[in-house]
T-cell receptor
Framework: NAGVTQTPKFQVLKTGQSMTLQCAQD?????MSWYRQDPGMGLRLIHYSVGAGITDQGEVPNGYNVSRSTTEDFPLRLLSAAPSQTSVYFC??????????????FGSGTRLTVV | QQQVKQSPQSLIVQKGGISIINCAYE??????FPWYQQFPGKGPALLIA?????SEKKEGRFTISFNKSAKQFSLHIMDSQPGDSATYFC????????????FGSGTRLSIRP
């Protein structure tokens, strides 16, 4: 089925470890983004990309890196995990830059716990 | 930092009742104003969106009411059903390219049978 695929679904990391959250979409969407969801704080934008080779920071980029070598893939790297990065991470994609009119398509999320 | 203020945080409604969730925004840029619905363990999904040049949009039991002068919009769920129990997020345009859309903090809706 077409959509946004995130892996893994669950992950436990020790403080200081690094890892990559994977995101892939098969809808040929130009715009892709990463959000984190924390209780009572909604969805906060970490990084986004408007096309292959183009990335930019969102609201809460510290501690995360991204790259976009293909239209389909947009991995999120945690450089040195901290307990404050315990959260649910969502990848989203859209046809347009703002994504408001056409809507974002979200993945099912990665629940990350840093101990 | 531009904010989108959503209320209430949680809401309990009897089956068949009307659920109302409100959202207030700051940026007056012309763009659609959407509501997203999220079930436990799933990502948010676009539910309904409204253009800012109309005052109301209805899709089935879901209606968005938009008040441009007050910078507010709301989601009404008529004849609320247990299957509507979910978390709802509003969103509005952000000011900068780094905040393309800003999400509200979410409303957890529970429909009691």
């Amino acid at each position: 089925n077409a959509g946004v695929t995130q892996t893994p679904k669950f992950q436990v990391l020790k403080t200081g470890q690094s890892m990559t959250l994977q995101c892939a979409q098969d809808m040929n969407h130009e715009y892709m983004s990463w959000y984190r969801q924390d209780p009572g704080m909604g969805l906060r934008l970490i990084h986004y990309s408007v096309g292959a080779g183009i990335t930019d920071q969102g609201e809460v980029p510290n501690g995360y890196n991204v790259s976009r070598s293909t239209t389909e893939d947009f991995p999120l790297r945690l450089l040195s995990a901290a307990p404050s990065q315990t959260s649910v991470y969502f990848c989203a994609s859209s046809y347009s830059g703002t994504g408001v009119r056409y809507g974002y398509t979200f993945g099912s999320g990665t629940r990350l716990t840093v101990v | 930092q531009q904010q989108v203020k959503q209320s209430p945080q949680s809401l309990i409604v009897q089956k068949g009742g009307i659920s109302i969730i409100n959202c207030a925004y700051e940026n007056t840029a012309f763009d659609y104003f959407p509501w997203y619905q999220q079930f436990p363990g799933k990502g948010p999904a676009l539910l309904i969106a409204i253009r800012p040049d109309v005052s109301e949009k209805k899709e089935g039991r879901f209606t968005i009411s938009f008040n441009k002068s007050a910078k507010q919009f709301s989601l009404h769920i008529m004849d609320s059903q247990p299957g509507d129990s979910a978390t709802y997020f509003c969103a509005a345009p952000g000011y900068s390219s780094a905040s393309k859309i800003i999400f509200g903090s979410g409303t957890r809706l529970s429909i009691r049978p």
